[in-house]
T-cell receptor
Framework: GENVEQHPSTLSVQEGDSAVIKCTYS??????FPWYKQELGKGPQLIID?????GEKKDQRIAVTLNKTAKHFSLHITETQPEDSAVYFC?????????????FGTGTRLKVLA | SQTIHQWPATLVQPVGSPLSLECTVE??????LYWYRQAAGRGLQLLFY??????ISSEVPQNLSASRPQDRQFILSSKKLLLSDSGFYLC??????????FGPGTRLTVL
């Protein structure tokens, strides 16, 4: 079935360094890839997304890259700050879903050390 | 602007008791609605989704059910809770664009 693998499961970086989280998906027909940030006890918040007709998208310190051939996409956070500490989820949306169902990765717990 | 509400925020229930979690969306019409469950330290598992009033699709077999009595109201229910039903329940909505927006969640503990 459809599957999204996410690595690493935990990531610790020093404040100011960059963080990279990687995801691979199995359904080659997927064409929408959102990233969510979830703080403790709260619902996930959409932070950036990318569609399959784009290879890279950037929003201030956050960027996402997509390699459709390899079926993987990555989240890049530069100049990390303590408030970036959270759990990050990637997702892929298969085009066959119609209702835009997501297949989520298992999450990455990012810790930014001051 | 659109907002999504869930209640209660936390709930502790004994095994075998019933469950009713409610989700409402404001500021939009005819949204797609979703129920997810997140087990401790795990990802999000889609339980149900709805594209309209009375239209419910189930993604995984379980002792939970969902209903959509009104356009912007989505309810998650159970007649008899199991220990394995414990988790963080999230409601989400989408409309038109692909983005899904999540509510604040309900933490359910079954004892």
């Amino acid at each position: 079935g459809e599957n999204v693998e996410q690595h690493p499961s935990t990531l610790s970086v020093q404040e100011g360094d960059s963080a990279v989280i990687k995801c691979t998906y199995s359904d080659s027909a997927s064409n929408y890839f959102p990233w969510y940030k979830q703080e403790l006890g709260k619902g996930p918040q959409l932070i950036i997304d990318i569609r399959s007709n784009v290879g890279e998208k950037k929003d201030q310190r956050i960027a996402v890259t997509l390699n459709k051939t390899a079926k993987h996409f990555s989240l890049h956070i530069t100049e990390t700050q303590p408030e970036d500490s959270a759990v990050y989820f990637c997702a892929a949306s298969p085009t066959s879903s119609g209702t835009y169902k997501y297949i989520f990765g298992t999450g990455t717990r990012l810790k930014v050390l001051a | 602007s659109q907002t999504i509400h869930q209640w209660p925020a936390t709930l502790v229930q004994p095994v075998g008791s019933p469950l009713s979690l409610e989700c409402t969306v404001e500021g939009t019409s005819n949204p797609n609605l979703y129920w997810y469950r997140q087990a401790a330290g795990r990802g999000l598992q889609l339980l149900f989704y709805s594209v309209g009033i009375g239209q419910i699709s189930s993604e995984v077999p379980q002792n939970l059910s969902a209903s959509r009595p009104q356009d912007r109201q989505f309810i998650l229910s159970s007649k008899k809770l199991l220990l394995s039903d414990s988790g963080f329940y999230l409601c989400a909505w989408s409309r038109g664009s692909r983005e899904q927006f999540f509510g604040p969640g309900t933490r359910l503990t079954v004892l």
